[in-house]
C-alpha cells in the first residue's frame, strides 16, 4: 500500500505542477520518497511518504540528516521545505511538517491554479 501511495503522489504532483522536477533521492543507505526540484529557483523540497496514520519521529529521519541534506542541496539548491505526507492530521514538529496526504493532494490544485494565474 506504501508504494501505491509514493506512486499516487508522485504522479499527481507532476501532472499539477509541470514547471517543476519530481523524482525519488536514493542514496547509500536510504532515500527521499520524493523531492520537487524547481530549476528556475534553484531549490527544492523532500518529502517522505508514508502510509500510516501515525507520527513517528522515525518517519522523518532522513529529512534532518545533515549528509543526505547537504549533499541534496549540493545538487539541487537550498531545501525549502521538509514533509512527511502521511494519514494523519496535520501538524509541524521542528522544521518537519506532516501533512495529511488527502489535503496535500487536494492542496495541488491551488498550484495548478497559481501557475495559470502567473500566465
Same mark, same amino acid.
Given at each position: 500500500?506504501?508504494?501505491?501511495?509514493?506512486?499516487?503522489?508522485?504522479?499527481?504532483?507532476?501532472?499539477?505542477?509541470?514547471?517543476?522536477?519530481?523524482?525519488?533521492?536514493?542514496?547509500?543507505?536510504?532515500?527521499?520518497?520524493?523531492?520537487?526540484?524547481?530549476?528556475?529557483?534553484?531549490?527544492?523540497?523532500?518529502? #517522505?511518504?508514508?502510509?500510516?496514520? =501515525?507520527? +513517528?519521529?522515525?518517519?522523518? *529521519?532522513? /529529512?534532518?540528516?545533515?549528509?543526505?541534506?547537504?549533499?541534496?542541496?549540493?545538487?539541487?539548491?537550498?531545501?525549502?521545505?521538509?514533509?512527511?505526507?502521511?494519514?494523519?492530521?496535520?501538524?509541524? #514538529?521542528?522544521?518537519?511538517?506532516? =501533512?495529511? +496526504?488527502?489535503?496535500?493532494? *487536494?492542496? /495541488?490544485?491551488?498550484?495548478?491554479?497559481?501557475?495559470?494565474?502567473?500566465?
Amino acid at each position: 500500500m506504501g508504494r501505491m501511495m509514493e506512486d499516487l503522489v508522485l504522479l499527481e504532483t507532476a501532472v499539477a505542477r509541470p514547471d517543476k522536477q519530481m523524482f525519488v533521492l536514493q542514496f547509500s543507505v536510504g532515500e527521499f520518497d520524493m523531492v520537487v526540484f524547481d530549476p528556475r529557483k534553484a531549490s527544492c523540497e523532500v518529502y #517522505e511518504i508514508k502510509h500510516s496514520r =501515525v507520527a +513517528v519521529p522515525q518517519q522523518y *529521519r532522513f /529529512l534532518v540528516d545533515d549528509e543526505k541534506c547537504a549533499r541534496t542541496e549540493h545538487r539541487f539548491g537550498s531545501i525549502t521545505a521538509r514533509r512527511v505526507l502521511y494519514r494523519g492530521v496535520s501538524f509541524r #514538529e521542528g522544521a518537519v511538517e506532516y =501533512v495529511n +496526504v488527502e489535503e496535500y493532494l *487536494r492542496g /495541488l490544485g491551488e498550484w495548478a491554479n497559481e501557475k495559470d494565474n502567473e500566465s
